[in-house]
């Protein structure tokens, strides 16, 4: 499998700030590759960078095996669907859908079909005369991305897709996009702040903090086992609690959370202070007097689960737990809290 | 495309007439010497050109677009019309002489741009993008034309003498003279300097419009009158409205037989004076043309302040007074002072209500024409009054830009503020009511006098009517060949339109390209740029007028007589219209419309055909309108320009009124305004209904949020 998408120590410098300090990474062809982060962290202009729509201040881009670097936008085989769609008010939904086969020097007759198809394939069949105005939200979404697949692009690009869409529309329309890129293979990066849309639709994860990446790996490797304490805070919600290491063996070592000992994998963090990532979920709460000690300083209800908010004066932090509907607890009760190894990660201080 | 553009070089050299500017198959069909293509015909000093050429055809494309225009600005300006044009260089021996550049130069300079733009684009400037960096060449190049040397013309001839001889040490002289800065009125001397004549003017009427403005602005945004519609009304007659014409009026008003004079005299034996004539008439001639300018400014800035905020300092115990002092009146104090500035700058340049009222109130304006035009003959003073004229509108204009340019305490979210405004504190409604409504009827009956008064045979003594004055212009006779429209004022009208019309698509397509490049690209030194084309907006017009005289009315770009110069007077007297139309439209599409047009493979000039112009006709449209009747109902630049051949309908009225006959101005003036509303008019109906009927309700491009 080639590379679709190659960056080599990318920077992209306004004045003095970076906003993105030198990068490398690469795409494989026919993944979905997600650039994740807060914003601000240099994830878009990353995407734009892709796009031609900005310029590296230094480094070398590659598409498809060939340098881009000082391509424009209109040179380079990709296409892009706005977080905004930009479809044309002024076109028709047809008419949008064509614009880039018309540019491309392709005749009418053949630029409609091609573009009607591509419509059919978007469930868009019959609405080819409106004009965007006339249409939904979601509507509009799939003329963005019937006009952008129309190309046959090497690499897709998609800026926050779902952020003008409803909650309950957001669900749908990313699993369309994921099964719409399986079905014709398609190379696609994609921007998004929300760790959530980001593991379920990616085959890999660049997670992007102030204008570097932090780490980069499938879904799973990112939320078991972040590499740093920005991933693990960012990603699925961890607690961070203050541990101290000791090694005991070639991947093993004994970790101290307060009063609490137990053996997890170093992976690589050296002897000494350390953080260790607990995942809401796999907090057990217990009678008072096993594990460490704590009191539930918050209680919420949320139908399918139970939150909470327990303090830990031992260690004075507070840890948000995940737990079942059943046996609830209620706010000032003294709890036992235990920990499963599987939710438990350990991250290198600072 | 590269190749296009050598061609174009090399036909500028071989194929036409490099001098003169009749159309090219008649110079070249007419054989005359002068028309040979420059090459030919012996002319020695044009010969280097061929070397840019052969560069450019060798690849070297930006050293041979830089030469080839330095060479062609220095052989120039250095070979005249009767030989040697700069006297101190000291050349000596027989000196060739040259005619004014024509079609020939013309194309191979456009060629040596080009030229430029492509050499830069292959280095990566601006993306590599020709049309980008062709664009910005092309407008550089014509504003460095049209604007800057006509600018530095008048500074050259401000430190020159009337013969033309270099005096720079009479310059401190002329420039701090007593006629321009004695202070004698304060001693109760004959009169003050013009220079503070205009400052007082300027400042008075600049307080003055601004407060008549906020009345008006009050009294619309803030009462239950239905006065919002006429007033908008009212607001777009001074655009329509030549600008002398209110002068006129308030003469046939005021003047020493006007009617309200008239009636005074008869009713009540208050003698007659000539009160009118000088600082008080201008006044309130420059009120009336400029509070609806004042009046917009600050409508927007009044609808701009939030309800809520004047809501929660209510629910706060503030009264009506202490709302308005507290709240309203801060917020809008920023848009108080740029109605002052453009009302300050608007007095500063205005020309035809002093000629027309000023009486013995000399301002710069009037005394640069005078200058010029009078017996007197003294170009080295009109360009010493223009420094000082120039100087201070550029002062306020500065001002205007880096004080209050984006201050603004009021803002548009696009958010629904579901509030209601405080109403008024009743004094100050009161106040408002109070001077609003007298002044309404003084423009009614303004614009009535105008619209009607050529109509009637004297007006003020005999009221029967009369088609006489009517006639004498708008005739139309059947005679020997047919049909022929005899009237004197159908000549000027139609060289008014022709020359208008074919201004007005030039105007919109460089202000549309201008404001293009500034709010969707970047690039190097464009502040400068926008600077520069801005500028061209804060030089009065009777500035503008006597620097086209002084640059171009000799070799080497020559145009003066022509339709030509005033058709370009037109497009930069008004580019800065298109430009702020289009700055102000493109803030409102979003970028990433653009961009999704370039990602799908379209270039630059295809994005902006295809794209931005559609989305953008509505402002297009308007832009052009305004343009088109800003150019026709100007008079101060184009008093200077004017000609036998191209004569223009508003110095042809300011004529009339000079020697008398006012029943001519009046009516000549009537149907001026009847037109240009009604092509407003028309248009606007026209455009309105487009937008509706193609943008729907809702475009993407507003859903957009980033």
Redesign the interface.
Known sequence: MSDAVIFRGVSKRYGQFAAVDVIDFTIAKGTLVTLLGPSGCGKTTTLRLV???E?ASSGRIEIGGKDVT?L???E?D???V?????????MTVLENAC??LR??GIARGRAEAMAAEKLALVGLEGLERR????LS?GQ?QRVAVA??IV?EPKVL?FDEPL??LDAKLRRHVREEIRGLQQQLGLTVVYVTHDQQEALAVSDRIIVMNAGRIAQDGTPRELYEAPRNRFVADFIGDANLLPATLRRTGATEAEVRIGTLSLTLPHRGVADGAVLVAVQPHSVRLGAAGEGLAGTVAKAAYLGSHREYEVALPGLAHELFVVAPVAQPLAAGEAVGVAFDPAGLAVVPEG | MTRLWLLLGAVGLVLLPWYGLETPAASVLGLRAEAAPALFAGRWWLWPLVVPLGMAFAGWLVPAGVAGLAWMAGQGLVIGLRGWGISWLGLAGAAPAQAAMGWGAAAFALACLMWIAIGLARR?WC???VFVLGALLLITGLIALFVAWPVLSILSSAVRDNAGAFTPGALPDKLFNRAIWGLDCLGGGRGCGVAWNTLAQALVVGVLATLLGLAFALVAVRTQLPLKPLVRVLSLLPVITPPFVIGLALILLFGRVGVVTNFLANSFDIPRTRWIYGMPGITIAQLLAFTPIAFLVLLGVLEGVAPSLEEAASTLRAGRWQVFRTVTWPLIRPGLANAFLISFIESLADFANPLMIGGNFNVLSTDIFFAVVGAAHDQSRAAVLSIVLLVFTLTAFLAQRAWIGGRSYTTVTGKGDAGLSAPLPLGLKAACLGVVVPWLVLTVVVYGIILGGGFVKTFGRDYTPTLDYFLTAFSIDRGVGGWFLSGSGWRSFITTMQLAAIATPVTAFLGLLTAWLLSRQDFAGKWAFEFATMMSFAIPGTVVGISYILAFNVPPVELTGTGLIIIISFVFRNMPVGIRAGLANLAQI?R??D??????????A?TLR??LV??LRPAIVTAMVYGFVRAVTTVSAVIFLVSGEYNLATVYIVGRADVGEYGVALVYSAVLIVTMAAVLVGISAMVGRQRIG????????E????
């Not at chain 1, 706005?82 to 002024?90: D, E, G, K, T």
């Not at chain 1, 004009?131 to 006339?134: F, K, R």
């Not at chain 2, 859903?703 to 980033?706: E, F, Q, W």
């Open positions: 796009a031609g729509l310029h000082n424009s936008a209109a380079r990709v296409s892009m706005f977080q905004s769609y930009a479809l044309f008010p002024h614009y880039g540019a491309s004009l965007p105005s006339q939200g509009q006009r952008a190309l690009l952020s003008n | 990566g993306r590599g993008d979003d990433s419309l961009e999704a047009s370039m990602t799908l493979r379209a270039g630059t295809r295809l794209v559609p989305i193609r943008r729907g309700t809702l475009p993407a491009a859903l957009a949020t980033t």
